[in-house]
């Protein structure tokens, strides 16, 4: 850092695109001060990962700075860890006059430092863009807190509403991600001057980030290839992020936009709620009448009825009787804008209200919730009169306009349905938007959701109820698109989902699924306090080798060979008959007969990842195999493979599993305890058996999906597998593996651990695998 010399240093918008080279290349990584830049020209550091140049703003990288220079020996190189570096051949070249890394904005590179200087007082903070196109700063930051020497997001600078939690020695406790990241790793330095918080790379081959997001969340990204995969992101609910919806606004996780305004408000700024941008809350369409008692009780102001709201904070109780007197005192105060009242009393808010969150219906923690509105944003007795006086007088015009209106609408209906057009032999319709926004009620009850797109319940003119899958992105939502249309189109299998139809206007992209009328298996294995919720052991059997069939007619009945790349409980789906069917085949990919492996890029979801792919070397149909067995110990136990025992302990499942199956303990011990053991034995034995086969860290010793079938249906006989090095590992070493945990709500759960380069090749030599092996 320059702080001692005169010459300072200026760039107006510098990008740091990390993206592989695509733009026109300046030709090297440095520029001189008599160089310039322009159009698509572009300086590229010397590994090609990093690219500098000026840019459209879309979710990229920016190094502001605003410090003047003069001289022409000054000259900038971009390096290979992505810092941008001035420096003046006038003088020493070590003599830095400035780097990126020490100023920077919302985004935080391996080899740069997050702190504080304990004698400048500086921090070094990331501050999020104000919206997606604009990178000025922005409402959150993520800082160090001196005296704690933890980290913090903060709302407005002011607000805390998430914290790293204090540094253990190896990570921060709040944040288990870090231990297990496959990428990056990170250190944490306190002496006399500084406290620095370091992010390295593991390797080179990969570029990753964490970023401060215009959304609140701290996120890190990872780009194995040319495109960022989502690693983790914390609050982990958008919800959690204080006041993301602004005044007025309410949150919903189970809902896209996640932000709506009440009625009676609207945004104050639609172009920034375009932009993802929802701070500014919303504002009343129609001023309130306050103590206007001149005015008829039609006219004076009344109240909304939110129900199921968790309700902000600054309440201000009231000492009344009754909800009738509650809203008396609040109609009285010119200031009130909401109150609510329950067993504890009545509670009013007199400021804006933040941090409304919508909560599933029946959530104990949900209140009724009433706003107070302008007498115009309901319909008054009087006015409903004479509209309906107006009806009866007009009914005759209105009975010709309406015969008129069915007429046009069968018409409409006709040619929408001879128009429709359609794909691989007939198999999949061609929807239009407008259609499937009428099917979901404007995509009103999300059903689940993952990283390229959220599901949606419908229901076609027939009744039938369907799934529809929305893509949110477009860039990545059309590799999906295609992936899943060619693919899912052409697949007919009891055990998969079928695709019935699809949508492509435009950026609009849908997948229209049959609908699962059981959910997901998550549903009704993890939720613990739900007693009509379990599965009975017949079930759970049929549901394991329904998988493994759906898997080998993916694997080995297919044209082409298609790995699934995500198996785990969300993307199983149960029909009305608890009928398993494989859903969500975005991440597959497709491997032709006449290759054995294919490389890609790290998806899935940590914990049922194989430890060849977490490795990053090229993968094979073993990868999916891997992942269900890891289901397979869910299925028997009912509860994520990592959980929190009640001293504070993480209990890992399948370690506990693999060490008694290779002593020959009691399987039964295994079993879900709200089962009471009401299991057949020997089915529990095989399935536990095919669970530590399937868990094999060196792959050829994994059997094919095929050999799985024949095994749990008792068609070849079983030897007992060996223990995987990877569980070795965390027998041995337990008070240094850290696992991340979710309730039975989440979307997925995460296993980390340093297992990626473990492997293990087994010594034995067992010809009944190996039959399955060779077939293979």
Known sequence: MATNTNRKVMFLALLLCLVLKTHIAFGAETITANQSLSGDQTIVSASEVYELGFFTPDSSLVNNVSFPTSGTSVRATLQDDGNIVL???????????????????????????????????????????????????????????????????????????????????????????????????????????????????????????????????????????????????????QCQVYAFCGAYGSCSENSLPFCQCLMGFQPKSQRDWDLKDY?????????????????????????????????????????????????????????????????????????????LNRLATGDSNGRTLYVRLAASEFQSTKKSKGKIVGVAVGSPVGLIV???????????????????????????????YRDLQYATKNFSEKLGGGGFGSVFKGKLNDSTDIAVKKLESVHQGEKQFRTEVSTIGTLQHVNLVRLRGFCSQGTNKLLVYDYMSNGSLDSHLFCQNDSSNVLDWKTRFEIAVGTARGLVYLHEKCRECIIHCDIKPENILLDVEFCAKIADFGLAKLVGREFSRV??????????????????????PKADVYSYGMMLFELISGKRNSEISEDGKVQFFATRAARLIVEGGDVLSLLDTRLEGNANIEELRRVCVVSCWCIQDNETQRPSMGCVVQMLEGIIEMELPPVPRSIQLFVENQDNIVFYTESCSSQSSHLLSDMSSASYESKSNISTMSMCLINN
């Open 599 to 620: 490389l890609t890029t790290m998806r899935g979801t940590r914990g049922y990842l194989a430890p060849e792919w977490i490795a990053g070397v090229a993968i094979t």
């Open 279 to 355: 701070s500014g809350g919303c504002m009343r369409k129609s001023q309130l009448n306050c103590l206007n008692n001149s005015l008829p009780n039609d006219e004076k102001d009344r109240f909304l009825e939110v129900p199921s709201m968790s309700v902000p904070e600054n309440a201000q109780s009231e000492p009344v009787r009754s909800i009738t007197e509650c809203e008396s005192t609040c109609l009285n105060n010119c200031h009130c804008i909401a109150y609510t009242y329950n067993t504890n009393g009545c509670s009013i808010w007199t400021r804006d209200l933040l941090n």
């Open 87 to 237: 420096l003046d051949d006038e003088f020493d070249e070590s003599k830095l006059l400035w780097q990126s890394f020490d100023y920077p904005t919302d985004t935080w590179l391996p080899g740069a430092s997050l702190g504080f200087n304990k004698i400048t007082k500086r921090k070094q903070i990331l501050t999020s863009w104000k919206n997606l196109e604009d990178p000025s700063p922005g409402l959150f930051t993520f800082e160090l807190v001196p005296s704690d020497g933890f980290y913090i997001i903060l709302w407005n600078r002011s607000r805390s509403y998430w914290t790293t939690g204090p540094w253990t020695g190896d990570i921060f406790t709040l944040v288990p991600e870090m231990r297990g990241d496959p990428i990056c790793y990170f250190k944490f330095v306190s002496n006399e001057s500084d406290i620095l918080f370091t992010m390295y790379a593991h390797n080179t081959s990969g570029v990753s980030r964490l970023v401060m997001d215009v959304s609140g969340q701290m996120k890190q990204l990872g780009q194995p290839s040319k495109r960022w995969n989502l690693l983790w992101s914390f609050p982990r609910q």
């Open 402 to 432: 309406l015969l008129c209106l069915i007429l046009y609408l069968a018409l409409r209906h006709r040619r929408k349905t001879i128009g429709m057009g359609t794909l691989a032999g007939g198999s999949l319709v061609a929807f239009g």
